[in-house]
């Protein structure tokens, strides 16, 4: 997904900067319904982790990108490889464990990576994946370009000790790294504010000197802006920023959680005042950008292109008992 940069002013932007949003949101949503699907059919095993309701956050920032920029994140990651472009097909692939998956159908949902794409994976042990983060903007440091390392995990991960070793350690060395803290307020289970202590985590970079904000996950607009000041921060070689990006996720922790911990109302109020997608929409449609055929155009592509991928994963063949013995190993 390449960076879309609008023609007009600040406050009139482009109509096809907008659709562009609005169908690489749109595709996340479609895909992850489509796995749901497919993990209750059985075709997915092990834990599957929906970004149904955050799509606003990747899409927003991934605008701000550009080739070289790296890409890591937790174990709900599925629309952070779509927003870098990956293939559907091969993103599907993966998740039922099929030989043409992006790790040959050995990694599952958790674990699939894309050089090429510059994405360094989903990661399952919780804030693992911000110490690796600020390695790959240590390698962008090191070779003096201006690459930018976007490290994402959530509000449960920034409680984790491993975090602030890696805050000092950017700091420090004033590394290019964007910390992201994809805020849906409920970790796994427990709501922020019986987890933590200081409500604004964006702040928890102070002691270390970082910068930070708050953004209204809920927009991708806002998102997008708060994410090309922080590129820029980093960029200009003053090292780390922390974006604290309050989203909210609609599915449980993972296809296994029932989320009795909050209401359906709860969930119900936000779907309907707060969705990033209906809320793009509403913009495109109330300002002229587009008529409701072509938004009707758009969802019949993205639901033939995830039918697609849906095709592609179950025709693929599961990996020869060869692969057990295949990339354990890397000589130098």
Same mark, same amino acid.
């Given at each position: 997904? *390449?960076?879309?940069?609008?023609?007009?002013?600040?406050?009139?932007?482009?109509?096809?900067? +907008?659709?562009?949003?609005? !169908?690489?949101? +749109? +595709?996340?949503?479609?895909?992850?319904?489509?796995?749901?699907?497919?993990?209750?059919?059985?075709?997915?095993?092990?834990?599957?982790? %929906?970004?149904?309701?955050?799509?606003?956050?990747? /899409?927003? +920032?991934?605008?701000?990108?550009?080739?070289?920029?790296?890409?890591?994140?937790?174990?709900?990651?599925?629309?952070?490889?779509?927003?870098?472009g990956m293939d559907p097909k091969g993103v599907m692939a993966e998740l039922t464990?099929? *030989?043409?998956?992006?790790?040959?159908?050995?990694?599952?949902? @958790?674990?699939?990576f894309s050089k090429e794409k510059e994405f360094y994976g989903g990661h399952g042990i919780v804030g693992a994946n911000v110490p690796l983060g600020a390695g790959l903007a240590f390698t962008n440091k090191y070779r003096g370009n201006d690459h930018v390392s976007m490290t994402y995990f959530g509000d449960g991960a920034s409680n984790q000790g491993q975090v602030y070793e890696t805050f000092n350690m950017a700091a420090l060395w004033k590394l290019p790294v964007i910390f992201v803290i994809e805020n849906n307020q409920y970790a796994m289970g427990t709501a922020q504010?019986?987890?933590?202590?200081?409500?604004?985590?964006?702040?928890?970079?102070? *002691?270390?000197?970082?910068?930070?904000?708050? /953004?209204?996950? @809920?927009?991708?607009?806002?998102?997008?802006?708060?994410?090309?000041?922080?590129?820029?921060?980093?960029?200009?070689?003053?090292?780390?920023?922390? %974006?604290? /990006?309050?989203?909210? !996720?609609?599915?449980?922790?993972? @296809?296994?959680?029932?989320?009795?911990?909050?209401? =359906?109302?709860?969930?119900?109020? @936000?779907?309907?005042? =707060?969705?990033?997608?209906?809320?793009?929409?509403?913009?495109?449609?109330d300002g002229g950008h587009a008529d409701e055929d072509a938004i009707k155009e758009i969802d019949k592509e993205i639901r033939a292109v995830v039918n697609d991928a849906a095709a592609f994963a179950q025709e693929s063949p599961e990996p020869d008992v060869s692969e057990l013995y295949t990339d354990i190993l890397a000589e130098a």
């Open positions: 997904m *390449a960076a879309r940069k609008s023609t007009r002013g600040k406050n009139a932007p482009d109509p096809q900067e +907008l659709l562009g949003y609005y !169908r690489d949101m +749109l +595709l996340i949503r479609r895909f992850e319904e489509k796995a749901g699907q497919l993990y209750g059919m059985g075709l997915i095993g092990g834990f599957c982790h %929906l970004y149904i309701g955050q799509e606003a956050v990747v /899409v927003g +920032l991934q605008a701000n990108c550009k080739d070289g920029d790296q890409v890591i994140t937790t174990y709900r990651d599925h629309g952070h490889m779509l927003a870098c464990g099929r *030989a043409g998956g992006y790790s040959k159908g050995k990694g599952g949902s @958790m674990h699939m504010k019986r987890s933590t202590s200081t409500p604004a985590l964006y702040t928890r970079g102070e *002691a270390f000197g970082i910068p930070g904000e708050e /953004v209204d996950g @809920m927009d991708v607009l806002k998102v997008k802006a708060a994410g090309a000041k922080a590129m820029a921060h980093c960029r200009a070689g003053k090292g780390p920023y922390i %974006l604290e /990006v309050k989203t909210y !996720r609609y599915r449980g922790h993972s @296809m296994s959680d029932p989320a009795k911990y909050r209401t =359906r109302e709860e969930v119900s109020k @936000m779907r309907e005042e =707060r969705d990033p997608i209906d809320g793009l929409r509403k913009q495109i449609l």
